[in-house]
């Protein structure tokens, strides 16, 4: 979940947001969406399910997005529980959708997750900068610049081909401005 999307929106000021929830909510979406999901895997690996950490193998995962996806899904149902505007627990969705989609498309190609994941933080931009009429267009820019040059990596490190990596940014954005724009 593109965190800084959310600090700009919890610190807008039409949102008055407690400064101690608001680290509370960075510190459960940072738990649930970075520290867990990299522990499983490092469990995953232990036991022999994922050969390396980068998980290059296509099908090997499967089994790292079906367990960030429940880690997604349960951190979007607790925000979509807390007082807090709609929009954070949306964003949220639009994460979950992201990896739920990640996972099934990786079931045929090995869509690019660095590209769904840059993707998802600038449809996150677009979305609070449309629900709260704030110009972020500069944070728009910034993570389309910074998608291509992601992905252009990812094409020189021959990781993927040109369709996964544009198949990932799309898929990140479009997640991101469903779940954001459903109200």
Sequence with gaps: MPSYAVYLLLNNSAFKINEKIGWLIYALVFLNTCLLPVFATLLLKKFGLVSSMQINQQMERTRPYLISFVFFVSTWWLLSKAPLPLIVAQLMLGASIAILCTGIINLKIKISAHMVGIGGATGSFLVVGLTSFQDLSIYIIAGIIIAGLLGWA????????????????????VCQLIAGLIS
């Design 154 to 173: 990812r094409l020189q490190l021959n990781a993927h081909k040109p369709l996964e990596v544009y198949l990932g940014f799309l898929l990140g954005v």
